[in-house]
C-alpha cells in the first residue's frame, strides 16, 4: 500500500509542483485507518481499490481534491458484513439496499474528519447520467463533475482488476463496456476522457 500511495504522490507532485498534498495525505490517513479493523477480505483490497482509483484520476491530470475523494469513495461501507461483499452471487434485494446506503454515510465520515469539501463527490459517485442512481437520482450535469469522474475511474478499475469473483477483463473490453454506458450510466463527456487516455499510452502503469 506504501508503494501506491508514494506513487500517487508523485503523480500529483508532478502535475501540480507547488500544490499542497495535504488533503490527498489526510484522506488516505482516514481511509486506512478506517479500515485497521476489518479483515484482510475486506480492508487491505479496499485500500488497494482506492488508491489505484486515485491514481487514474491523477493519471488524467485532476487536482489534488478529486483525488483524495477517490481515496475516501467507498469509505461509507466500513463495518459492513464481509459476507455481503465477498458473495459470487448476485445480492438479494435486502442487501443491495444496505449497501446503497455507503455514499451518504461515506459523506457524513468525511464531513466529520473536517473535509467537507469532497462530501459532494462520496455522496453522488453511484448517481447515474440518466437519473437511475443513487441516493437522490441526480441527472446529467446535475451531478457534481468530481463524482461523475470517480463513477469512470471507479468502474474502469473494478473491470480491469482480478476479483475473488471474477478475472479481469482487458483494457480495451473494459472501455468497450464503459462506452456501452455512456449516456445512460456515464458521463459520456468523461467516457471520451478515458478513451483519450488509452489511445495515448496515458493511462497508470498496470492498467495497459
Known amino acids: 500500500m506504501r508503494t501506491h500511495i508514494a506513487k500517487l504522490l508523485r503523480t500529483l507532485r508532478k502535475n501540480f509542483p507547488s500544490a499542497d498534498l495535504t488533503v490527498v495525505r489526510k484522506a488516505y490517513r482516514i481511509a486506512a485507518e478506517a479500515h485497521e479493523g476489518q479483515s ?3 480492508g487491505e483490497p479496499y485500500i488497494i481499490h482506492t488508491l489505484k482509483v486515485a491514481q487514474i484520476l491523477a493519471s488524467l491530470g485532476l487536482d489534488p481534491t478529486i483525488c483524495a475523494a477517490g481515496l475516501l469513495h467507498d469509505v461509507g461501507k466500513i463495518g459492513m458484513n464481509d459476507a455481503v461483499f465477498m458473495k ?7 442487501e443491495y439496499e444496505t449497501v446503497k446506503d455507503h455514499p451518504e454515510l ?3 465520515i468525511v464531513s466529520n474528519a473536517g473535509l467537507s ?3 459532494p463527490y462520496v455522496r453522488h459517485h ?3 447520467w440518466d437519473g437511475t442512481g443513487y441516493p437522490e437520482q441526480m441527472r446529467g450535469e446535475a451531478i457534481p463533475v468530481g463524482a461523475r469522474i470517480i463513477a469512470v475511474a471507479e468502474a474502469f478499475e473494478t473491470m480491469t482488476t482480478n476479483r475473488r469473483y471474477r478475472n479481469s477483463v482487458s483494457v480495451q473490453d473494459a472501455f468497450n463496456e464503459l462506452r456501452a454506458h455512456a449516456g445512460t ?3 459520456p463527456h468523461l467516457v471520451d476522457i478515458v478513451e483519450y487516455l488509452l489511445t495515448n499510452g496515458l493511462m497508470p502503469q498496470g492498467h495497459r
Open 185 to 187: 450510466v456515464y458521463d
Open 40 to 42: 484482510r477480505l475486506s
Open 88 to 94: 459470487s452471487s448476485r445480492l438479494s434485494e435486502a
Open 126 to 128: 453511484h448517481e447515474r
Open 106 to 108: 461515506g459523506a457524513q
Open 117 to 119: 469539501d469532497l462530501a
